[in-house]
Protein backbone atom coordinates (compact mmCIF):
# COMPACT_ATOMS: atom_id res chain seq x y z
CA UNK A 1 0.00 0.00 0.00
CA UNK A 2 1.42 3.18 -1.04
CA UNK A 3 1.64 6.05 1.26
CA UNK A 4 -0.73 8.21 -0.82
CA UNK A 5 -3.35 5.93 -0.23
CA UNK A 6 -2.74 5.72 3.69
CA UNK A 7 -3.23 9.40 3.67
CA UNK A 8 -6.61 9.05 1.40
CA UNK A 9 -7.98 6.19 3.66
CA UNK A 10 -6.87 8.33 7.27
CA UNK A 11 -8.30 11.59 5.73
CA UNK A 12 -11.67 9.59 5.10
CA UNK A 13 -11.59 8.51 8.31
CA UNK A 14 -11.22 11.74 10.10
CA UNK A 15 -13.85 13.08 7.78
CA UNK A 16 -16.38 10.38 8.96
CA UNK A 17 -15.63 11.08 12.46
CA UNK A 18 -15.95 14.71 12.12
CA UNK A 19 -19.73 13.89 10.17
CA UNK A 20 -20.66 11.35 13.47
CA UNK A 21 -19.31 14.19 15.83
CA UNK A 22 -21.68 17.25 14.07
CA UNK A 23 -24.94 13.74 13.83
CA UNK A 24 -24.38 13.70 17.47
CA UNK A 25 -23.86 17.60 18.20
CA UNK A 26 -27.18 18.23 16.49
CA UNK A 27 -29.26 15.95 17.84
CA UNK A 28 -28.23 16.38 21.66
CA UNK A 29 -26.15 13.42 22.29
CA UNK A 30 -23.25 15.00 23.64
CA UNK A 31 -25.07 17.48 25.39
CA UNK A 32 -27.21 14.89 27.61
CA UNK A 33 -25.65 15.04 30.25
CA UNK A 34 -25.65 15.95 33.95
CA UNK A 35 -24.16 19.30 35.26
CA UNK A 36 -23.97 17.55 38.94
CA UNK A 37 -23.27 14.28 39.92
CA UNK A 38 -26.55 14.56 42.05
CA UNK A 39 -28.67 14.68 39.78
CA UNK A 40 -30.00 11.35 39.66
CA UNK A 41 -30.59 11.29 43.32
CA UNK A 42 -32.93 14.75 43.36
CA UNK A 43 -34.61 13.72 40.17
CA UNK A 44 -35.71 10.13 42.55
CA UNK A 45 -36.62 13.19 45.01
CA UNK A 46 -39.68 14.74 42.34
CA UNK A 47 -36.90 17.84 42.08
CA UNK A 48 -37.71 17.67 38.13
CA UNK A 49 -41.64 19.12 39.25
CA UNK A 50 -40.64 20.69 42.05
CA UNK A 51 -37.69 22.63 40.59
CA UNK A 52 -38.62 22.32 37.06
CA UNK A 53 -36.75 25.34 35.45
CA UNK A 54 -32.97 24.49 37.09
CA UNK A 55 -33.38 20.62 36.86
CA UNK A 56 -34.27 20.34 33.59
CA UNK A 57 -31.75 23.07 32.43
CA UNK A 58 -29.06 21.23 34.34
CA UNK A 59 -29.94 17.65 34.92
CA UNK A 60 -30.92 17.13 31.08
CA UNK A 61 -30.19 13.24 31.53
CA UNK A 62 -31.97 12.41 34.88
CA UNK A 63 -34.85 14.58 34.34
CA UNK A 64 -35.26 13.16 30.76
CA UNK A 65 -35.20 16.45 29.07
CA UNK A 66 -33.02 15.51 26.32
CA UNK A 67 -35.81 15.24 23.59
CA UNK A 68 -34.95 16.97 20.06
CA UNK A 69 -31.10 18.39 21.68
CA UNK A 70 -30.31 20.94 21.68
CA UNK A 71 -32.51 22.18 18.60
CA UNK A 72 -35.60 21.78 21.14
CA UNK A 73 -33.90 23.35 23.74
CA UNK A 74 -33.47 26.82 20.67
CA UNK A 75 -37.47 26.39 19.84
CA UNK A 76 -38.54 25.59 23.55
CA UNK A 77 -36.56 28.92 24.89
CA UNK A 78 -38.35 31.14 21.63
CA UNK A 79 -41.64 29.98 22.64
CA UNK A 80 -41.52 30.76 26.14
CA UNK A 81 -39.51 34.15 25.83
CA UNK A 82 -42.53 34.89 23.54
CA UNK A 83 -45.60 33.45 25.76
CA UNK A 84 -48.21 35.18 27.48
CA UNK A 85 -49.48 33.53 30.58
CA UNK A 86 -51.82 35.79 31.75
CA UNK A 87 -55.46 34.95 32.02
CA UNK A 88 -57.97 36.67 30.13
CA UNK A 89 -61.72 36.57 29.93
CA UNK A 90 -62.33 34.32 27.80
CA UNK A 91 -62.86 30.31 28.55
CA UNK A 92 -60.73 27.47 27.73
CA UNK A 93 -62.02 24.14 26.91
CA UNK A 94 -60.15 21.18 27.41
CA UNK A 95 -61.15 17.88 26.43
CA UNK A 96 -60.55 14.76 28.62
CA UNK A 97 -59.28 12.13 26.13
CA UNK A 98 -58.94 9.21 28.51
CA UNK A 99 -59.15 7.79 32.22
CA UNK A 100 -57.69 4.97 33.72
CA UNK A 101 -57.88 3.68 37.09
CA UNK A 102 -55.12 1.85 38.73
CA UNK A 103 -55.79 1.40 42.47
CA UNK A 104 -58.90 1.89 44.75
CA UNK A 105 -58.95 1.88 48.86
CA UNK A 106 -62.04 1.63 50.49
CA UNK A 107 -62.44 2.09 54.37
CA UNK A 108 -65.59 1.29 55.63
CA UNK A 109 -65.06 2.56 58.84
CA UNK A 110 -64.43 6.08 58.23
CA UNK A 111 -66.96 6.05 55.27
CA UNK A 112 -64.03 6.81 52.98
CA UNK A 113 -63.55 6.18 49.35
CA UNK A 114 -59.78 7.14 47.65
CA UNK A 115 -59.12 6.37 43.95
CA UNK A 116 -55.96 6.62 41.98
CA UNK A 117 -55.32 6.79 38.12
CA UNK A 118 -54.28 8.53 35.48
CA UNK A 119 -56.06 11.43 33.09
CA UNK A 120 -55.11 12.36 29.76
CA UNK A 121 -56.23 15.89 28.96
CA UNK A 122 -55.43 17.99 25.79
CA UNK A 123 -56.53 21.95 25.01
CA UNK A 124 -55.64 24.07 21.91
CA UNK A 125 -52.99 26.46 22.74
CA UNK A 126 -52.37 28.88 19.56
CA UNK A 127 -48.81 30.58 20.90
CA UNK A 128 -46.86 27.74 20.82
CA UNK A 129 -47.33 26.83 17.13
CA UNK A 130 -44.36 26.18 14.76
CA UNK A 131 -42.92 25.31 11.46
CA UNK A 132 -41.96 22.00 11.78
CA UNK A 133 -40.22 21.54 8.54
CA UNK A 134 -38.12 24.61 9.35
CA UNK A 135 -37.15 23.24 13.22
CA UNK A 136 -37.45 19.33 12.08
CA UNK A 137 -39.36 18.76 15.29
CA UNK A 138 -43.01 18.03 15.57
CA UNK A 139 -43.56 16.96 19.14
CA UNK A 140 -41.48 19.08 22.26
CA UNK A 141 -42.47 18.48 26.14
CA UNK A 142 -42.35 21.20 28.16
CA UNK A 143 -42.42 21.77 32.18
CA UNK A 144 -45.35 23.10 33.72
CA UNK A 145 -44.37 27.20 34.71
CA UNK A 146 -43.45 27.55 30.51
CA UNK A 147 -47.01 27.30 29.64
CA UNK A 148 -50.97 27.44 30.71
CA UNK A 149 -52.36 24.38 31.80
CA UNK A 150 -55.49 23.73 33.65
CA UNK A 151 -55.02 23.34 37.45
CA UNK A 152 -57.40 20.65 38.86
CA UNK A 153 -58.79 20.15 42.49
CA UNK A 154 -61.53 17.78 43.79
CA UNK A 155 -64.80 19.71 44.88
CA UNK A 156 -66.06 17.57 47.48
CA UNK A 157 -62.68 15.95 49.18
CA UNK A 158 -63.32 16.00 53.33
CA UNK A 159 -60.63 18.75 54.31
CA UNK A 160 -58.24 15.89 56.25
CA UNK A 161 -57.56 14.37 52.87
CA UNK A 162 -57.56 16.37 49.68
CA UNK A 163 -57.43 14.88 46.33
CA UNK A 164 -54.10 15.55 44.70
CA UNK A 165 -53.17 16.15 40.75
CA UNK A 166 -49.97 15.78 40.18
CA UNK A 167 -48.67 16.41 36.44
CA UNK A 168 -46.17 13.96 34.92
CA UNK A 169 -45.98 14.44 30.67
CA UNK A 170 -46.90 17.84 29.39
CA UNK A 171 -46.22 17.73 25.11
CA UNK A 172 -47.53 19.78 22.16
CA UNK A 173 -47.22 19.40 18.66
CA UNK A 174 -46.59 21.98 16.08
CA UNK A 175 -50.40 22.71 15.69
CA UNK A 176 -50.63 23.77 19.80
CA UNK A 177 -52.16 20.80 20.61
CA UNK A 178 -51.29 20.44 24.13
CA UNK A 179 -51.39 16.70 25.89
CA UNK A 180 -50.78 16.46 29.37
CA UNK A 181 -50.53 13.20 31.39
CA UNK A 182 -51.45 13.51 35.06
CA UNK A 183 -51.62 11.15 37.58
CA UNK A 184 -54.71 12.09 40.48
CA UNK A 185 -55.95 10.85 43.66
CA UNK A 186 -59.43 11.33 44.44
CA UNK A 187 -61.09 10.98 47.90
CA UNK A 188 -64.48 11.10 48.90
CA UNK A 189 -67.01 10.68 51.72
CA UNK A 190 -69.48 8.14 51.07
CA UNK A 191 -72.68 6.84 53.45
CA UNK A 192 -72.29 2.82 52.52
CA UNK A 193 -75.97 1.70 51.40
CA UNK A 194 -76.33 -1.83 53.20
CA UNK A 195 -79.57 -2.83 51.86
CA UNK A 196 -78.15 -5.73 49.69
CA UNK A 197 -75.05 -6.42 52.03
CA UNK A 198 -73.05 -8.45 51.35
CA UNK A 199 -74.37 -8.90 47.51
CA UNK A 200 -74.23 -4.75 47.56
CA UNK A 201 -73.42 -2.08 45.08
CA UNK A 202 -72.19 1.65 46.21
CA UNK A 203 -71.62 4.39 43.23
CA UNK A 204 -69.33 6.88 44.66
CA UNK A 205 -68.46 10.02 42.65
CA UNK A 206 -65.58 12.73 42.94
CA UNK A 207 -66.47 16.08 41.53
CA UNK A 208 -63.44 18.56 40.09
CA UNK A 209 -62.70 21.62 38.42
CA UNK A 210 -60.56 24.32 37.40
CA UNK A 211 -58.75 26.29 40.61
CA UNK A 212 -60.02 28.85 39.36
CA UNK A 213 -63.68 28.20 39.19
CA UNK A 214 -65.31 29.01 35.46
CA UNK A 215 -62.46 30.18 33.79
CA UNK A 216 -62.13 26.31 32.38
CA UNK A 217 -64.87 24.33 30.55
CA UNK A 218 -63.81 20.21 30.49
CA UNK A 219 -65.61 18.32 27.74
CA UNK A 220 -65.45 14.25 27.80
CA UNK A 221 -64.59 12.92 24.65
CA UNK A 222 -66.49 10.01 23.55
CA UNK A 223 -63.82 7.66 23.51
CA UNK A 224 -63.64 7.88 27.47
CA UNK A 225 -66.78 5.79 27.41
CA UNK A 226 -66.43 3.87 24.94
CA UNK A 227 -63.34 2.46 26.54
CA UNK A 228 -64.81 2.27 30.00
CA UNK A 229 -64.43 -1.68 30.35
CA UNK A 230 -60.87 -0.93 29.32
CA UNK A 231 -59.97 1.74 31.75
CA UNK A 232 -61.13 -0.81 34.90
CA UNK A 233 -59.87 -3.91 33.56
CA UNK A 234 -56.62 -3.60 35.11
CA UNK A 235 -57.61 -1.84 38.57
CA UNK A 236 -56.41 -3.56 41.71
CA UNK A 237 -59.03 -3.39 44.49
CA UNK A 238 -59.65 -5.79 47.59
CA UNK A 239 -62.58 -7.06 48.65
CA UNK A 240 -64.63 -5.21 45.49
CA UNK A 241 -64.98 -5.37 41.91
CA UNK A 242 -65.20 -2.32 39.88
CA UNK A 243 -68.00 -3.09 37.69
CA UNK A 244 -68.04 0.43 36.10
CA UNK A 245 -67.16 4.04 35.57
CA UNK A 246 -68.35 6.63 34.18
CA UNK A 247 -66.96 10.59 33.25
CA UNK A 248 -69.38 13.28 32.86
CA UNK A 249 -69.43 17.18 32.00
CA UNK A 250 -71.95 19.39 33.54
CA UNK A 251 -74.45 21.37 31.81
CA UNK A 252 -75.30 23.55 34.46
CA UNK A 253 -72.05 24.91 34.22
CA UNK A 254 -72.38 25.59 30.30
CA UNK A 255 -75.40 27.47 31.29
CA UNK A 256 -73.78 29.48 34.36
CA UNK A 257 -70.70 30.46 31.90
CA UNK A 258 -73.02 31.54 28.99
CA UNK A 259 -74.82 33.97 31.58
CA UNK A 260 -73.72 33.95 35.11
CA UNK A 261 -76.09 36.75 36.57
CA UNK A 262 -79.25 33.91 36.30
CA UNK A 263 -77.77 32.79 39.63
CA UNK A 264 -75.33 34.30 41.22
CA UNK A 265 -75.11 33.18 44.64
CA UNK A 266 -76.09 29.61 43.66
CA UNK A 267 -73.44 28.28 41.84
CA UNK A 268 -72.53 24.62 41.48
CA UNK A 269 -68.85 24.42 41.61
CA UNK A 270 -68.41 21.09 39.97
CA UNK A 271 -67.15 21.14 36.43
CA UNK A 272 -66.82 17.57 35.86
CA UNK A 273 -67.63 14.30 37.59
CA UNK A 274 -65.74 11.10 37.80
CA UNK A 275 -68.29 7.96 39.16
CA UNK A 276 -67.05 4.64 40.22
CA UNK A 277 -69.77 2.14 40.42
CA UNK A 278 -68.36 -1.00 43.03
CA UNK A 279 -69.62 -4.26 43.82
CA UNK A 280 -68.81 -6.68 47.05
CA UNK A 281 -66.66 -9.02 46.00
CA UNK A 282 -69.19 -11.43 48.81
CA UNK A 283 -68.14 -15.01 47.79
CA UNK A 284 -69.36 -16.60 50.93
CA UNK A 285 -72.71 -14.96 50.65
CA UNK A 286 -74.40 -18.12 49.34
CA UNK A 287 -72.98 -21.09 51.17
CA UNK A 288 -72.96 -19.01 54.93
CA UNK A 289 -76.05 -16.26 54.81
CA UNK A 290 -78.56 -17.24 52.57
CA UNK A 291 -78.56 -21.09 52.20
CA UNK A 292 -78.67 -21.55 56.15
CA UNK A 293 -81.74 -18.99 56.10
CA UNK A 294 -83.65 -20.75 53.19
CA UNK A 295 -82.45 -24.18 55.04
CA UNK A 296 -84.06 -23.16 58.26
CA UNK A 297 -87.64 -21.66 56.55
CA UNK A 298 -87.83 -25.04 55.03
CA UNK A 299 -87.58 -26.77 58.49
CA UNK A 300 -89.88 -24.59 59.98
CA UNK A 301 -92.59 -24.78 57.00
CA UNK A 302 -92.30 -28.73 56.51
CA UNK A 303 -92.97 -29.33 60.55
CA UNK A 304 -96.52 -29.13 59.79
CA UNK A 305 -96.49 -32.49 58.08
CA UNK A 306 -95.74 -34.28 61.37
CA UNK A 307 -99.80 -33.01 62.90
CA UNK A 308 -99.06 -31.16 66.65
CA UNK A 309 -96.76 -34.96 67.40
CA UNK A 310 -94.18 -34.91 69.53
CA UNK A 311 -91.58 -34.23 66.54
CA UNK A 312 -93.47 -31.50 65.63
CA UNK A 313 -92.27 -28.85 68.44
CA UNK A 314 -89.18 -30.60 68.04
CA UNK A 315 -88.10 -29.26 64.45
CA UNK A 316 -89.56 -26.39 65.43
CA UNK A 317 -86.67 -25.73 68.68
CA UNK A 318 -83.95 -27.39 66.64
CA UNK A 319 -84.47 -24.81 63.79
CA UNK A 320 -84.79 -22.20 66.11
CA UNK A 321 -81.24 -23.00 67.50
CA UNK A 322 -79.95 -23.71 64.21
CA UNK A 323 -80.93 -19.87 63.63
CA UNK A 324 -78.93 -18.23 66.44
CA UNK A 325 -76.11 -20.15 64.86
CA UNK A 326 -76.43 -18.55 61.55
CA UNK A 327 -77.44 -14.86 63.04
CA UNK A 328 -73.96 -15.20 65.02
CA UNK A 329 -72.25 -15.85 61.73
CA UNK A 330 -74.29 -13.30 59.99
CA UNK A 331 -73.27 -11.27 62.73
CA UNK A 332 -69.83 -11.31 62.53
CA UNK A 333 -70.02 -10.40 58.17
CA UNK A 334 -72.12 -7.72 58.76
CA UNK A 335 -70.36 -3.88 59.16
CA UNK A 336 -69.70 -2.15 62.38
CA UNK A 337 -72.46 0.53 61.84
CA UNK A 338 -75.24 0.83 59.13
CA UNK A 339 -77.60 3.82 58.76
CA UNK A 340 -79.77 0.80 57.16
CA UNK A 341 -80.40 -2.79 58.47
CA UNK A 342 -79.81 -5.09 55.90
CA UNK A 343 -82.28 -7.62 53.83
CA UNK A 344 -80.57 -10.65 54.68
CA UNK A 345 -80.71 -9.62 58.58
CA UNK A 346 -83.68 -8.52 58.34
CA UNK A 347 -85.47 -11.94 56.91
CA UNK A 348 -83.17 -13.57 59.07
CA UNK A 349 -84.81 -11.79 62.21
CA UNK A 350 -88.58 -12.73 60.25
CA UNK A 351 -87.84 -15.88 60.38
CA UNK A 352 -86.52 -16.45 63.82
CA UNK A 353 -89.61 -14.21 65.01
CA UNK A 354 -92.12 -17.18 62.90
CA UNK A 355 -90.39 -19.50 64.12
CA UNK A 356 -90.85 -19.13 67.63
CA UNK A 357 -94.61 -18.17 67.19
CA UNK A 358 -95.05 -21.80 65.58
CA UNK A 359 -93.29 -23.18 68.25
CA UNK A 360 -95.25 -21.93 70.96
CA UNK A 361 -98.87 -22.12 69.05
CA UNK A 362 -97.88 -25.73 68.56
CA UNK A 363 -97.42 -26.62 71.88
CA UNK A 364 -100.67 -24.55 72.67
CA UNK A 365 -102.25 -26.64 70.19
CA UNK A 366 -101.16 -29.90 70.90
CA UNK A 367 -102.22 -29.33 74.34
CA UNK A 368 -105.41 -28.47 73.29
CA UNK A 369 -105.84 -31.84 70.81
CA UNK A 370 -105.17 -33.66 74.09
CA UNK A 371 -107.81 -32.14 76.42
CA UNK A 372 -110.15 -34.05 78.20
CA UNK A 373 -112.79 -32.08 79.16
CA UNK A 374 -116.37 -33.29 78.41
CA UNK A 375 -117.45 -29.82 77.52
CA UNK A 376 -117.98 -29.63 73.52
CA UNK A 377 -116.79 -26.73 71.51
CA UNK A 378 -119.25 -24.16 69.96
CA UNK A 379 -121.29 -24.73 67.52
CA UNK A 380 -119.22 -22.05 65.20
CA UNK A 381 -116.23 -23.78 65.65
CA UNK A 382 -117.36 -26.31 64.24
CA UNK A 383 -118.98 -24.97 61.22
CA UNK A 384 -115.38 -23.11 60.55
CA UNK A 385 -113.85 -26.23 61.14
CA UNK A 386 -115.68 -27.99 58.77
CA UNK A 387 -115.72 -25.25 55.75
CA UNK A 388 -111.80 -25.37 55.95
CA UNK A 389 -111.40 -28.71 55.81
CA UNK A 390 -113.82 -28.64 52.40
CA UNK A 391 -111.60 -26.15 51.02
CA UNK A 392 -107.87 -26.94 52.27
CA UNK A 393 -108.16 -30.70 52.53
CA UNK A 394 -105.44 -32.53 55.03
CA UNK A 395 -104.51 -35.75 55.55
CA UNK A 396 -105.90 -37.11 59.01
CA UNK A 397 -103.20 -36.64 61.59
CA UNK A 398 -101.57 -39.97 63.26
CA UNK A 399 -101.70 -40.61 66.54
CA UNK A 400 -98.32 -40.72 68.68
CA UNK A 401 -97.85 -43.56 70.79
CA UNK A 402 -98.47 -41.54 73.91
CA UNK A 403 -101.18 -40.22 72.96
CA UNK A 404 -104.23 -42.05 74.33
CA UNK A 405 -106.62 -39.73 73.90
CA UNK A 406 -108.62 -37.78 71.34
CA UNK A 407 -110.18 -35.28 73.09
CA UNK A 408 -113.37 -32.82 71.80
CA UNK A 409 -111.04 -29.99 70.49
CA UNK A 410 -108.27 -32.37 69.10
CA UNK A 411 -110.07 -31.84 65.33
CA UNK A 412 -110.15 -27.77 65.78
CA UNK A 413 -106.79 -27.80 66.97
CA UNK A 414 -105.57 -30.03 63.81
CA UNK A 415 -107.52 -27.88 61.28
CA UNK A 416 -106.26 -24.47 63.04
CA UNK A 417 -102.62 -25.53 63.19
CA UNK A 418 -102.85 -26.33 58.98
CA UNK A 419 -104.73 -23.09 58.94
CA UNK A 420 -102.22 -21.10 60.64
CA UNK A 421 -99.38 -23.18 58.50
CA UNK A 422 -100.99 -22.35 55.56
CA UNK A 423 -101.17 -18.92 56.24
CA UNK A 424 -97.46 -18.76 57.21
CA UNK A 425 -96.43 -20.33 53.98
CA UNK A 426 -98.13 -18.10 52.06
CA UNK A 427 -96.36 -15.66 53.82
CA UNK A 428 -92.77 -16.84 53.48
CA UNK A 429 -93.33 -16.68 49.54
CA UNK A 430 -93.78 -13.13 49.29
CA UNK A 431 -91.38 -12.42 51.87
CA UNK A 432 -88.59 -14.27 49.87
CA UNK A 433 -90.14 -13.02 46.38
CA UNK A 434 -89.52 -9.79 47.56
CA UNK A 435 -86.49 -9.70 49.47
CA UNK A 436 -84.49 -11.89 47.30
CA UNK A 437 -86.07 -11.66 43.77
CA UNK A 438 -87.32 -8.36 43.13
Keep these: MSAETSRVIVATLLFDLFIVNVHCQINGVSSCVDSDAKCPLWASQGECQTNAVWMMSNCRRSCQSCQGGDQAWKLRSQLTQNYDNS ?103 YHFEYNDFPNDYQKICY ?45 YVVQVLGDWKKNPFDVQTNNCELC ?102 PNIFNRIVDLVETILPMPQPTKDAGDSQVGHYSRIAYVFNNLIYGFVTCLYIVVIVFSFVF
Aim: charged share 15%.
Design 276 to 377: VTLKRNAVYYLAEMLLPALVNTMITISSVFFQLSKVQPTLLAFSIGTQLISLTLINSRLPTFSSSTPTILSYASFNLVITSILFIVSLALRRLSQSTTNIPP
Design 207 to 251: KFDDKRYFTVRFKVSSQVQDRSREAITETHVTGWNVVDMTLTDSQ
Design 87 to 189: TTNATRLVTVESVRLNHVEIDEARQLVRVFGRMVMSWNDTKITWDKDQWGISWLNFYWIQIWTPQIVQINAPSTTPGTVQGKVLAANYTGQVYMWSDFSFTAP
